[in-house]
């Protein structure tokens, strides 16, 4: 069940009772040759079951693969959409990921969309709040999903509203 995050922005008080919910679900995200080869071209990496059609039809894949790491970089983009918006965060920071696990390919053209569960709350100290999200990217018509992480994000209150 999907938290009602409708609402608007919430306050870390109100996200306590959520641990454990998921909060979100965002939209299906195509994944075209294009937005590999562009990855491909930043990342410097050009492996040719990403960027090469020909070669890649003979892997047991049968085609191009989007990289895991384009699969997971998409989880900012996703996260905006679907994770609840957070009264009084001034700004917000990737902390980092645990447990992150590549569970099966991306092939071209398939659409793939993030969904969120409110996996962990802390405040380390004033003005400053951990969430960890139990984050998975699901592909379209597939029983296994492509990723699986818990992605840490730090938020920075502004003082005035970091209090009950």
């Known amino acids: 069940m999907t938290a009602d995050l409708q609402a608007g922005p919430l306050r870390v008080e109100d ?3 959520l641990v454990g919910t998921e909060v979100g679900v965002s939209s299906w995200r195509t994944i075209d040759q294009a937005r590999i080869d562009a990855f491909a071209e930043v990342t410097g990496d050009h492996q040719f079951i990403h960027v ?4 890649a039809s003979r892997t047991p894949f049968g085609g191009t693969i989007a990289h895991g790491f384009l699969t997971l970089s998409l989880l ?6 679907a994770q609840p918006e957070i009264r009084g965060a001034v700004m917000a920071v990737n902390y980092g990921f645990d447990k992150v696990r590549f569970l099966a390919p991306v092939a071209t053209g398939a659409r793939v ?8 709350l ?8 951990d969430i960890t999200w139990r984050s998975t990217v699901e592909i379209e018509g ?3 999903p492509a990723l699986v992480a818990d992605w840490l994000n730090r938020f920075y209150l502004d003082s005035a509203t970091d209090r009950p």
């Not at 900012?76 to 959409?81: A, K, N, P, R, W």
């Not at 969309?113 to 962990?120: E, M, S, T, Y």
């Open 76 to 81: 900012s983009v996703m996260g905006q959409e």
């Open 113 to 120: 969309r993030g969904r969120f569960v409110l996996a962990g």
């Open 52 to 55: 090469d059609p020909l070669r």
């Open 122 to 129: 802390a405040r380390p100290k004033d003005g400053e709040v």
């Open 15 to 17: 996200l306590e009772p």
């Open 142 to 144: 597939e029983k296994r």
